[in-house]
């Protein structure tokens, strides 16, 4: 199992730009799939954006042309540059690595987008 860790959250106001971080704690092989996911109290968590071996990325509708999912190959590291936030991003973010076949996911991170 892979621990995941997950940080960058924080309190930002409207227009504002975040960028989250997530990486496996310890050492893992090869280039895995890795999502974002969010969830707000009160509703159903959902993918926010995500990225493939092959360097694919797909986006939530409502998240295309502000948010971009990266990856930094040396360190394992995957990065959600969000921009134009808006107060409906609001939630607690989560990040999956998935890796052997099973979804590894973290504690998540809150982002507060309010003036």
């Known amino acids: 199992q892979v621990h995941v860790v997950e940080s960058g959250g924080g309190l930002v106001q409207p227009g504002g730009s975040l960028r989250l971080s997530c990486e496996p704690s310890?050492?893992?092989?090869?280039?895995?799939?890795v999502a974002w996911h969010r969830q707000s109290p009160g509703k159903q968590r959902e993918l926010v954006a995500g990225?493939?071996?092959?360097?694919?990325?797909k986006y939530a509708d409502s998240v295309k042309g502000r948010f971009t999912i990266s990856r930094d190959n040396r360190k394992s590291t995957v990065y959600l540059q969000m921009n134009s936030l808006k107060p409906e991003d609001t939630a607690v973010y989560y990040c999956?690595?998935?890796?052997?076949?099973?979804?590894?996911w973290g504690q998540g991170t809150q982002v507060t987008v309010s003036s």
């Open positions: 999956m690595i998935f890796y052997w076949g099973r979804e590894n």
């Open positions: 310890g050492r893992i092989s090869g280039i895995n799939p």
């Open positions: 990225i493939y071996p092959n360097g694919a990325t």
